[in-house]
């Protein structure tokens, strides 16, 4: 059975998504709810160190959440992800793409 574990913390400049199970066609309605409507206002982080597997449809949750976040000046950002999710996203070609970081501390950097 497909599950997605999702816990929320609001930052001062962003709002942490972390993220346990699979992000997959069956699991992502939650998350895309909550990624489109965050990344209008303030950055959206995606903790996926508990990632188990990430197929296309989340990964066109993340590419559009990167989309919406520059038509509003915010961003995604994409923490410590684990092998699965690494490996996913490195698939896509698009790995220069996404704005990898190790702690929330990094938001206020970039």
Known sequence: MNQLAMTEKIGP???LLELVG???AYTISE???????????????LD???VATVDSSGLGVILAGINDGEDNDTKLF???????AHYA??????????????????????
């Open 31 to 45: 998350l895309q709810e909550k990624v489109y409507r965050y990344i209008i206002d303030t950055n959206v982080v």
């Open 48 to 50: 996926m160190a508990g």
């Open 89 to 110: 996203l490195t698939r896509t070609g698009f790995w220069n793409t996404f704005n990898i970081i190790h702690a929330v501390t990094e938001v206020s950097d970039a």
């Open 22 to 24: 699979d992000v997959n």
């Open 13 to 15: 400049n962003y709002v």
């Open 78 to 84: 994409i923490m410590n992800p684990s092998d699965a």
